[in-house]
């Protein structure tokens, strides 16, 4: 490593720390002010003065910030502070699962492992709050899962919807939200893996399983029956370690 390099590296690190703090103290602010979704947030020019730094430096953390789905920037109107929005976490988990098939697919079989724990984790507590209503949304949804594994269409939308259906009783939006970003990172990594032949009528098959310990209450073997839902994908992830 040259001189150059390690005198430029410590500023760069410290660059950093500073950009870090401020968008902090942008959300800090954000809170202080009683802001909520969708409330405009003050212009460059007044965060420059509140922060006490330079408009361009505030406009850098101001872009970070929106990467982060933190604020919503509308040119020509302002910035607001933005809904939820999980699709930078989406992203960056998807990024560095699929990354991780490179080398032993750690991460990937992390990421596997938090949903594995979420889903069957909660899924007793999902039962308690169970009503017919929601069993039969479920129903149908198994109902057209056949009918399309039948057709030889593919199930992943509906499988997607079996298990936001599976948690609705919890009334829970984050737990949804969350549970759509593993899934929509689950299914890009699987992706990534291959898919190769696939028994359309067998996935259809475990779902039914799991449906019917949810309709008999059996806590113990609903979360079994979902832990068992990820042995593919783990029997490929593990393959990916192995080669």
Do not use: C
Request: glycine share 8%; aromatic share 6%; charged share 25%.
């Amino acid at each position: 490593m040259s001189i150059e390099s390690q005198v430029v590296s410590p500023a760069r690190f410290s660059a950093q720390i500073r950009s870090h703090a401020l968008q902090t103290r942008i959300m800090d602010l954000i809170l202080e002010q009683g802001l909520d979704v969708g409330d405009a947030l003050p212009t460059e020019s007044e965060l420059s003065a509140v922060l006490g730094v330079g408009r361009n430096t505030v406009r850098e953390s101001l872009k970070v910030l929106q990467a982060l789905g933190v604020i919503e920037i509308r040119h020509g109107f302002g910035m607001f502070v933005a809904p939820n929005n999980f699709s930078a976490l989406t992203d960056g988990l998807a990024f560095r699962g699929r990354l991780s098939l490179r080398h032993r697919g750690e991460e990937a079989m992390e990421l596997i492992d938090v949903r594995q724990a979420l889903e069957s984790g909660l899924i007793g507590s999902a039962i308690d709050l169970m009503t017919e209503e929601h069993l039969d949304g479920l129903r149908t949804t198994m109902e057209l899962m056949d009918a399309a594994a039948e057709a030889g269409e593919p199930l992943a939308e509906l499988d997607a919807e079996f298990h936001r259906r599976l948690y609705a009783p919890l009334n829970n939006e984050l737990l949804i939200n969350l549970m759509d970003v593993f899934w929509k990172v689950y299914r890009q990594i699987h992706q990534a893996l291959g898919s190769g032949p696939v028994d359309l009528g067998d996935q259809a098959r475990v779902h039914w399983e799991i449906f019917q310990a949810v309709v008999h209450k059996d806590k113990p073997l609903a979360s079994e029956r979902l832990q068992r839902h990820f042995d593919g994908i783990r029997r490929k992830l593990k393959d990916v370690a192995a080669s």
